[in-house]
C-alpha cells in the first residue's frame, strides 16, 4: 500500500511541477556530470547520519541563497574588500557554518570527478532537496543549470528580503507574493520548521517580559525551562513533536498553539492562511505536494543562466578573486587529492 501511495504522489508532482525558467533543465548535467547526484546523496548519507541538524541547515542555507537576490549562491562568498559578506548580516549569523563546509566539500568531490562545470548553486539546490529526503521527506527533481553569482547582496538587501521570526502573516505574504510566490506556497515552505533547532533570541520575545496569549502556557512554560532569560544563548527544537522527520507536525503544533516563531503562529491566527495549515495537519501527503512546488518554484527565483554569472572553482569566492600563485595550486592540489579520499 505504501508503494502505490508513492507512485501516487510522484505523478502528482509531475504532473503539477512548476514550469522551468528558460536556461534550467531536469537533466542539466546528464552528459557532463551523470555521477552528480549519487555523489552528493552518498556524501549526505554520512554527514546526515553523523549529525542529523545538517539536514536542516542546508535546507536553512538553500532559502537564505534564493531568497536575497536570487539562488546565485551569493550567501557562500565570503567577505572581500568590496564589503562584507551576506554571512555577516544579522539574518545569516545563526546559519550553520559546518553547512558551509560540507557544500564546499562536495563541490570537491564533484570537481574530481567531473572537473568544473557544476554551480555552487546547483549543489546547494540538491544538498537541500536530499537533506529532505534523508529525513523522511518527499523526493523531487531539481531544475538544475543555474551559474554562481559574481556579487554578494547588502546587509540591508539580506534583511528586507528574508522573513525575521516575529514578522505577522501579512509581511510573510507580502514578501513572499513580491517574488512571485503565493498563500499555499508561503504556508507549504514554513513546513521546512519540522526539522531543526533556533537559539531562544529568536522567540523570546514572546516570553519575556510576558507572555503572548497565542502561546499555550504549558508550551510556554517548558520553554523558559530551557530559555530561563530573554537574552538566553540556548537552542530548542523547532517541532516538539518530531523534531529530526521531515513530516506534517509542525502544522499540527500550530494546531495547538505549539508554534515556536511569531511568523509560524501567526499563519494559524490569521483567517488567510488557518485553512492551509489545517489542511497540512490532517493530511501529510498534500503538504509534501504543496512543498515540493514550493521548492521547486522558490529555487528558480532570478536565476543566472547560460552566459550569466560563472561556476566557482570555489564556494567561497569568486574565480576572479583567485590569485594564481604558488601557495593557490598547493591548496587546489591538496583539496583534489583528499576529496578522493
Known amino acids: 500500500m505504501r508503494v502505490k501511495h508513492s507512485l501516487i504522489l ?4 509531475e504532473a503539477q511541477r512548476p ?8 537533466s542539466f548535467y546528464q552528459s557532463s556530470c551523470p555521477q552528480l547526484e549519487s555523489i552528493i546523496k552518498k556524501r549526505l548519507e554520512k554527514q546526515i547520519k553523523d549529525d ?9 542555507l538553500h532559502f537564505h541563497d534564493c531568497f ?3 539562488c546565485d549562491s551569493s550567501v557562500l562568498l565570503d567577505g572581500s574588500a568590496g564589503g562584507p559578506s551576506e554571512q555577516t548580516a544579522i539574518p545569516n549569523l545563526t546559519l550553520r557554518k559546518k553547512s558551509f563546509k560540507i557544500i564546499d566539500d562536495l563541490r570537491k568531490r564533484i570537481q574530481a570527478e567531473c572537473g568544473q562545470v557544476v554551480s555552487c548553486s546547483d549543489i546547494t ?5 536530499d537533506s529532505v529526503v534523508l529525513t523522511g521527506g518527499p523526493k523531487y527533481d531539481v531544475p538544475l543549470g543555474r551559474k554562481d553569482g559574481l556579487n554578494f547582496a547588502t546587509e540591508q538587501a539580506t534583511i528586507d528580503n528574508l522573513v525575521a521570526p516575529f514578522a505577522n502573516t501579512t509581511t510573510i505574504l507580502d514578501r ?5 510566490l503565493d498563500a499555499t506556497d508561503a504556508v507549504a515552505l514554513s513546513g521546512a520548521h519540522t526539522i531543526g533547532i533556533s537559539h531562544c533570541t529568536s522567540f523570546t520575545e514572546r516570553l519575556y517580559p510576558n507572555q503572548d496569549r497565542t502561546m499555550d502556557k504549558t508550551f510556554a512554560n517548558n520553554l523558559k525551562r530551557s530559555c530561563p532569560t530573554a537574552d538566553s544563548n540556548n537552542t530548542v527544537n523547532m517541532d516538539i513533536r ?4 521531515f513530516d506534517n507536525k509542525y502544522y499540527v503544533d500550530l494546531m495547538n498553539r ?44 532570478n536565476v543566472l543562466t547560460g552566459g550569466q554569472g560563472e561556476i566557482r572553482n570555489r564556494c567561497d569566492r569568486r574565480n576572479k578573486d583567485k590569485k594564481v600563485d604558488i601557495a593557490t595550486v598547493v591548496e587546489e592540489l591538496e583539496e583534489t587529492f583528499s576529496a578522493l579520499f
Open 10 to 13: 510522484f505523478k502528482i508532482y
Open 242 to 245: 518530531s523534531p529530526n522527520v
Open 258 to 301: 505549539q508554534g515556536l516563531f511569531t511568523s509560524d503562529q501567526d499563519l494559524y491566527t490569521d483567517k488567510r492562511t488557518r485553512g492551509i495549515v489545517t489542511s497540512f495537519a490532517v493530511n501529510q501527503s498534500l503538504f509534501f505536494e504543496k512543498f515540493v512546488i514550493g521548492m521547486i518554484k522558490m529555487g528558480q527565483l
Open 176 to 180: 513572499l507574493a513580491a517574488k512571485g
Open 52 to 60: 542529523v541538524g545538517q539536514a536542516a541547515g542546508l535546507l536553512r
Open 19 to 26: 514550469a522551468l525558467v528558460k536556461g534550467l533543465s531536469w
Open 125 to 129: 539546490a540538491i544538498a537541500a532537496r
Open 68 to 70: 536575497v537576490q536570487g
